[in-house]
């Protein structure tokens, strides 16, 4: 049991000791989120925004194929993109595997179902009587939409958290496509399944602690903005 | 208007530091080191510390960068006959041979041994301890003692299954007491404490998990110093003809300064808890 108050206190003295393999695992894990939040939320956005806002033909099975790849398991995206970027593969000659931009191509298709699914149905759930307000104001259709978007920016900024929970926490596609290699595609995530598979759980449970944290932080963050935006 | 105003200025803050963070990611990324190897090895030289050791020697020695994935022998080999790394170094001849009998891998190199023990708890409810490891093994499976394998075409698991098979004992699978892990060598032998039963290891993983527990492990060394428990580790660099973008001549670099008298010195000074983990053996 010991080993649970020794990994509390092991993560505030990683964290205030400013170990350099710690924190070289904290700017991969940094890095490749920023890198798949900006792929995702690019593509994503307006994705789930089109999805939401406009009725075709479709549309229902558009919405059953990506609610089904919310189910998508990490390793399953790990081994489709490994086959894709290995030397082997189509896109070998890219040497995209064991690089963070390959790790960040797995995190994108993750969390893409993510961003657009919850897009989709905030802009959905906008009030219909906002449209044809906006509508009899005379307001055009980029200025509509460019409203609607506002409208639900807080249901969009919860999009995006929960895509980043989902990067930030997984293991499976960081493991296979980076390799966990120390000072270049160890995330904060890969390091803790390998101290755990070498018996150092009491460092597992410290840098668990430190991803919590920085994921705090951020949340801190966001939540300071909004709080400037209701102002 | 003023709502309106905040709201964008605290998005464009947003936007802005978003457009920073990955300038200065991309910025970092820009730059590839000339001289990175790629490595594929086996679980034990990378949780033991080995290669922690080792890759800055070779940096001093040859301005290389040497950047490993810690897999079984069978990952290994398919990541190097995919072309994905420049070398392996790993420990199971059998493997090691169709490997190089297929060209996927050139001019294999001995480089140390250490060897395979076999451990269980210190009440040995099957009796091996002192036996061979043939009767050692025919006990564990008359006796029905639980056994934790590697179940994962690793060296060790490869080296398993020639040693049931030299026991005469038909290789396990359903049976109850056979608990095929899947995982690594350290997270096998934690699973045969946890649940006290018998598992085969390499001696320097046995150390690392030895000083893990602080020298109070639930399982220990019933058996050991047989022949047929020896474990080879070579390295082979990737054929290039087989995937031109590999990078051979880094990785028979390594292969030669692996094999030299320095850095056998060097991997023959690797100790743990006082105890010499790898024995160096280059022809």
Same mark, same amino acid.
């Given at each position: 049991?010991?080993?649970?108050?020794?990994?509390?206190?092991?993560?505030?003295?990683?964290?205030?000791?400013?170990?350099?393999?710690?924190?070289?695992?904290?700017?991969?894990?940094?890095?490749?989120?920023?890198?798949?939040?900006?792929?995702?939320?690019?593509?994503?956005?307006?994705?789930?925004?089109?999805?939401?806002?406009?009725?075709?033909?479709?549309?229902?099975?558009?919405?059953?194929?990506?609610?089904?790849?919310?189910?998508?398991?990490?390793?399953?995206?790990?081994?489709?993109?490994?086959?894709?970027?290995?030397?082997?593969?189509?896109?070998?000659?890219?040497?995209?595997?064991?690089?963070?931009?390959?790790?960040?191509?797995?995190?994108?298709? !993750?969390?893409?179902?993510?961003?657009?699914?919850?897009?989709?149905?905030?802009?959905?759930?906008?009030?219909?009587?906002?449209?044809?307000?906006?509508?009899?104001?005379?307001?055009?259709?980029?200025?509509?939409?460019?409203?609607?978007?506002?409208?639900?920016?807080?249901?969009?900024?919860?999009?995006?958290?929960?895509?980043?929970?989902?990067?930030?926490?997984?293991?499976?596609?960081?493991?296979?496509?980076?390799?966990?290699?120390?000072?270049?595609?160890?995330?904060?995530?890969?390091?803790?399944?390998?101290?755990?598979?070498?018996?150092?759980?009491?460092?597992?449970?410290? !840098?668990?602690?430190?991803?919590?944290?920085?994921?705090?932080? !951020?949340?801190?963050?966001?939540?300071?903005?909004?709080?400037?935006?209701?102002? | 208007?003023?709502?309106?105003?905040?709201?964008?200025?605290?998005?464009?803050?947003?936007?802005?530091?978003?457009?920073?963070?990955?300038?200065?990611?991309?910025?970092?990324?820009?730059?590839?080191?000339?001289?990175?190897?790629?490595?594929?090895?086996?679980?034990?030289?990378?949780?033991?510390?080995?290669?922690?050791?080792?890759?800055?020697?070779?940096?001093?020695?040859?301005?290389?960068?040497?950047?490993?994935?810690?897999?079984?022998?069978?990952?290994?080999?398919?990541?190097?006959?995919?072309?994905?790394?420049?070398?392996?170094?790993?420990?199971?001849?059998?493997?090691?041979?169709?490997?190089?009998?297929?060209?996927?891998?050139?001019?294999?190199?001995?480089?140390?041994?250490?060897?395979?023990?076999?451990?269980?708890?210190?009440?040995?409810?099957?009796?091996?301890?002192?036996?061979?490891?043939?009767?050692?093994?025919?006990?564990?499976?008359?006796?029905?003692?639980?056994?934790?394998?590697?179940?994962?075409?690793?060296?060790?698991?490869?080296?398993? $299954?020639?040693?049931?098979?030299?026991?005469?004992?038909?290789?396990?699978?359903?049976?109850?007491?056979?608990?095929?892990?899947?995982?690594?060598? $350290?997270?096998?032998?934690?699973?045969?404490?946890?649940?006290?039963?018998?598992?085969?290891?390499?001696?320097?993983?046995?150390?690392?998990?030895?000083?893990? %527990?602080?020298?109070?492990?639930?399982?220990?060394?019933?058996?050991?110093?047989?022949?047929?428990?020896?474990?080879?580790?070579?390295?082979?660099?990737?054929?290039?003809?087989?995937?031109?973008?590999? %990078?051979?001549?880094?990785?028979?670099? $390594?292969?030669?300064?692996?094999?030299?008298?320095?850095?056998?010195?060097?991997?023959?000074?690797?100790?743990?808890?006082?105890?010499?983990?790898?024995?160096? %053996?280059?022809?």
């Amino acid at each position: 049991m010991n080993y649970i108050t020794e990994g509390f206190f092991q993560a505030i003295g990683l964290i205030l000791s400013m170990d350099e393999e710690t924190w070289q695992a904290v700017g991969v894990t940094v890095r490749l989120t920023v890198m798949s939040m900006a792929a995702t939320l690019s593509v994503g956005l307006p994705l789930g925004f089109l999805l939401g806002y406009f009725d075709f033909p479709g549309k229902r099975g558009a919405h059953m194929v990506v609610d089904t790849l919310l189910a998508l398991p990490t390793v399953v995206v790990g081994l489709v993109v490994y086959a894709f970027i290995s030397n082997r593969g189509p896109l070998g000659d890219l040497r995209l595997l064991f690089t963070i931009r390959g790790m960040a191509i797995g995190q994108t298709i !993750l969390a893409l179902p993510i961003v657009i699914a919850l897009t989709a149905n905030a802009v959905e759930c906008l009030d219909g009587r906002l449209r044809m307000t906006l509508a009899t104001l005379g307001a055009g259709g980029w200025r509509m939409a460019a409203t609607s978007l506002r409208e639900c920016r807080f249901a969009l900024m919860a999009a995006a958290v929960t895509a980043y929970g989902r990067v930030v926490a997984e293991v499976g596609v960081s493991m296979m496509l980076g390799g966990n290699i120390k000072w270049h595609t160890r995330t904060i995530t890969t390091a803790i399944t390998l101290e755990t598979g070498k018996g150092d759980f009491a460092l597992g449970i410290a !840098l668990g602690i430190l991803l919590l944290a920085i994921s705090f932080a !951020l949340n801190a963050g966001l939540s300071f903005l909004k709080r400037r935006a209701d102002a | 208007m003023k709502k309106i105003f905040s709201v964008k200025k605290g998005f464009i803050a947003l936007l802005g530091v978003a457009m920073i963070v990955l300038a200065l990611a991309s910025a970092s990324l820009g730059a590839p080191d000339a001289a990175v190897l790629r490595m594929a090895t086996t679980t034990s030289t990378d949780n033991t510390g080995l290669l922690d050791y080792l890759a800055p020697i070779l940096k001093a020695d040859l301005g290389i960068e040497l950047q490993w994935v810690a897999v079984g022998t069978g990952k290994a080999l398919e990541l190097g006959r995919n072309g994905d790394v420049d070398v392996v170094l790993t420990h199971d001849p059998e493997s090691e041979k169709s490997f190089i009998d297929e060209e996927y891998g050139v001019d294999p190199k001995q480089v140390m041994y250490n060897d395979f023990v076999v451990l269980g708890p210190a009440s040995d409810q099957a009796g091996v301890k002192g036996k061979s490891v043939n009767d050692a093994f025919k006990l564990i499976a008359d006796k029905q003692a639980p056994f934790a394998s590697r179940a994962d075409k690793s060296g060790t698991h490869m080296a398993e $299954l020639r040693l049931w098979k030299a026991a005469g004992v038909p290789e396990p699978d359903k049976e109850n007491w056979y608990i095929q892990t899947g995982q690594g060598m $350290l997270d096998t032998i934690n699973i045969a404490g946890e649940r006290g039963g018998y598992v085969l290891t390499d001696r320097g993983t046995f150390i690392t998990y030895e000083a893990n %527990n602080k020298g109070n492990p639930p399982v220990v060394i019933l058996v050991e110093g047989d022949d047929s428990l020896k474990n080879q580790y070579s390295v082979i660099p990737v054929n290039p003809k087989k995937h031109a973008n590999v %990078n051979y001549e880094l990785a028979a670099k $390594l292969s030669d300064w692996l094999t030299s008298k320095k850095a056998q010195d060097d991997i023959a000074n690797f100790k743990m808890e006082g105890k010499q983990l790898f024995f160096p %053996n280059a022809k």
